[in-house]
Each structure stands twice: as C-alpha cells, then as structure tokens.
C-alpha cells in the first residue's frame, strides 16, 4: 500500500509492544538465521511494520498457514514503519534479510537495484504461487521491469475523509467529478460558517500532488527521477501556504500539536486526503461521524487514481524460494486469512478473500463501496513509476513542505531543497 504518511504517523503503537501481553512468546522471534531441522521441518523468517492488531491477526493467520504445512515454520518480527526500515537496511546490507517480508511501491525498485528481491515469477511458473484470483489491475503494483517483486495482500486508493457533521453544518455536500475550484471554494465556505479550518494540509501529501499532476499530464515520477519541474511545485505549495496563511486549513502548529492524532479527528479540519482503508482511523479516534468523498479533478472526469497496495515480498537470499512461495500463497489467498485479517492492509487483494470477508460496520462497508464505486467509474490507471530512492523524496517532501508551511523557509527556497535533496536520493 502505499502505505503514506498517515500510516507512518499512526503506527508508532508498536514500538516498544511487548510479546508478552500478544502471546507470541513462542513464536515469535527478532531475526536469527532461517534453516531446516533435522526432521525436514523448514524455517522461514517473516517481518511486517504495524501495530499491535496487525500482530495478532498476522499470527492467527500464520497458526492457520502453519496447521496446513506442518514442515514450515515462520520466525515472526514486527516494528513501527521507521524501525522497521532501519533494520531492514540493516539486515540487508549484512545479507541477513527475512526471508519474506512485508513491502510497498517505493521501495521495489531500490532494494531490486541492490539484488535483495526475488524475482517471484520463477514460483509462479512452478506452481508454487498464483496469481489467478487477484481483483482486476492489483498485481501490477508489485511489477517492476518485467519482474514480480511483490505480491499484494490488500489495495487502497486516495480519498478524501470528512466530518460529515461539519460539512452538514457548512451546507457542503461533495459529488462526484467537483472541480479543485470547487472543492477549495468548499474550503472557504466551511470556515466562514463553521469557523473550522476545512483541510490539514493538502499540499504535504505526495501522492495527491501527483494525481493532481497525472490530472494535468504529468506524475511525480518517472522511471529514473522527478517527473515535473520546479515551476509546477513553486505554484502548489503558493497556493498552499496562502491559504495556511488564511486560516482555511489547519495551522501545521497545531497539526503538530494534535499529533500522532490526526487534526481531522481531533476537530481541528473538516477534511484531509487519505488511503481510502484508512477511514477507520478517524473513527476510533474522534468523535464526530467521518466518510469518504471524491477526489477533485480538473476537468470533472480525470481523478487521476490508481490502485497502490502493501505487497508481500520475499529475499533473494532465502534458501527456501518454495516454502516461502507456498506462504505468500496461502496469505493472499487463504479466505479464513481474508476474515481474520479484514482491512487492516487495505481491502483484501484477491477475491477469494474479498468475498470471504464482509464488513459489518459502517466505516468498513463505506470503504469498500468507495474502491467498488471507483472501480466502476473508470477512472483508475496504472501506478506511476516509483525509482529507487522514491521513499527519501517522499519524506523530504512531507518534511520541507511542513518548513515551508511554517513559514521557516520561502517557497521559492523549499522548492530547491526538495530538488536537490531529490537528485541526491536518486543517485545513491
């Protein structure tokens, strides 16, 4: 999935998690050498980013996969998204990566550059994993240069979520294909009648600036680099810290502030762009009723979407290609796996599981509709490129914007760190 910024700020639950309180002392480990025992049973290594839920339905699934296969076994490790990616950097420069872990887009191409993913298209053509069965356009995430880097375990798309109650109050009601002149006109008239800032910061979140730039031709990546020039982001983030500066989005102070909570749900905005899954978030943090509304577009057609995924990996140094196939196997496509792990990852990738798993609250429902209706209107592309070095730009400009924002660095300026931090990323 694109995992995105609002999962890198609301995972930090798992750091520190204890295995105790998860009961996962017996199966659970933090690295440590992959191998087989003397009686043939074979060990494999998984580790995954998350917090503690996503533990315990991973490990509910693994106790299934492991009844099934009584020959494999799986080595478990998780971290919030940062210490997770610190280790594996680590592991991987030592070639001690897990044999199979947990990934996503912009991370394909960098780690497929240093040799540590295996091309997963040899066990697909031994039977050992399928790729019959995936929602329409899924697999394509985890493809990179001809090579099936990853397998996807759920799929999302941009949304945007709002507080129903306060749009109500405003007397806005979103519809599909509204122009962005629309939905900033939306903006104002929200925090001229209901005194609240309507968005958390649009101009912050890579992946909407580049559907707006896929709306107008562009993407913010190509295969090798940045995919726009400098003149497109001086324009974004103009407008962006105008409108800071106007009070119709939240102040980055008290986004700070509200933080690892989101503004949105601590009623500080009254709408923020998101991954469609995670709606559940604001729910079980605010107060107030959240949904999901349209994308805007330039034209009232174009939104520029595309389906992005967490992805299942696996290393190219694993000495068991075979059992860690047959896992990633039974992990997307197992239905028992779809009911226990829900829309934690994102709404389940294949249809064995999607079928399997129905959502019985509101919010869950209200998902799925979205990426059902989405998918119906058309409108959902291919997945813009991500080159190596793809996760430094993003958190360069989650960070510079936020500077820029503050009012800590001109526009003009931010906009030529953030090339020059690019180039830099793209060329280690």
């Known amino acids: 999935m694109g995992t995105g910024n ?29 191998g087989t025992s003397a009686d043939g049973t074979v060990t494999i290594r998984y580790s995954w980013w ?18 099934k296969y009584p020959k494999i076994k799986v080595k478990t490790d998780f971290q919030d998204y940062a210490s997770f990616w610190e280790k594996f950097q680590t592991q991987a420069a030592g070639g001690n990566p897990p044999d199979v872990f947990q990934n996503a887009v912009g991370f394909l191409r960098k780690y497929d550059k240093r040799g540590i993913l295996m091309d997963l298209k040899s066990q697909i053509d031994a ?9 329409a356009g899924v697999t ?27 749009l109500a109050k405003a007397g806005v009601d979103p519809q599909s294909g509204w122009t962005w002149d629309e939905y900033f006109k939306a903006l104002k008239t929200i925090h001229d009648r209901t005194k609240v800032p309507g968005d958390t910061g649009y101009f912050g979140i890579m992946y909407l600036y580049d559907l707006y730039l896929r709306q107008n031709g562009k993407a ?15 324009e974004w983030w103009t407008d962006g810290y105008n ?7 939240t102040s980055p102070k008290i986004v700070a502030q509200d933080a690892p909570k989101s503004s949105l749900s601590a009623g500080h905005a009254a709408c923020e762009f998101t991954w469609d899954n995670f709606t559940v978030r604001y729910s079980a943090e605010g107060t107030s009723e959240y949904g999901l509304a349209p994308i805007p577009t330039m ?11 967490l992805m299942l990996s696996a290393s190219a140094r694993t000495q068991h290609p075979k059992e860690v196939a047959r896992f990633i196997d039974f992990m997307v496509h197992d239905p028992e796996v779809g009911r226990i792990m829900g829309y934690d990852r994102g709404v389940l990738a294949t249809t064995d599981q999607f079928d399997a798993y129905k959502p019985t609250d509101a919010v869950g429902k209200e998902i799925a509709q979205y990426e059902q209706d989405t ?22 400009f989650l960070r510079i914007s936020g500077d820029m924002a503050q009012g800590k660095t001109k526009v003009s300026d931010a906009v030529k760190q953030f090339f020059s931090e690019s180039e830099a990323a793209f060329q280690a």
């Not at 700020?9 to 199966?27: C, D, E, Q, W, Y």
């Not at 699934?61 to 492991?66: D, K, N, P, V, W």
């Not at 994993?129 to 995936?134: I, K, R």
């Not at 058309?378 to 991500?386: C, D, E, K």
């Open 6 to 34: 609002v999962e890198r700020r609301t995972i930090l639950k798992a750091a520190g998690a204890s295995m105790a309180t998860l009961g996962l002392a017996a199966t659970t480990g933090c690295g440590g050498d992959s």
């Open 50 to 67: 998350g917090a503690d839920e996503r533990a315990k339905r991973i490990n509910q699934s693994i106790a299934l996969f492991e009844k």
């Open 127 to 135: 039977g050992n994993l399928s790729l019959a069965h995936f929602r």
């Open 140 to 166: 394509k995430v985890g493809e990179v240069d001809g090579k099936q880097l990853g397998i996807p375990v759920g799929s999302n798309t941009m949304a945007l979520v709002v507080d129903k109650k306060v």
């Open 220 to 234: 913010f990546f190509d295969k090798d680099g940045l995919g726009f020039e400098q003149a497109d982001l001086t």
């Open 243 to 249: 409108r800071v500066k106007a009070g119709i989005i």
């Open 299 to 309: 034209d009232g057609k174009n939104t520029g979407q595309y389906l992005a995924s």
């Open 375 to 396: 998918a119906a209107a058309g409108v959902l592309g291919a997945i813009t490129p991500h080159p190596s070095g793809a996760d430094t730009v993003e958190a360069a």
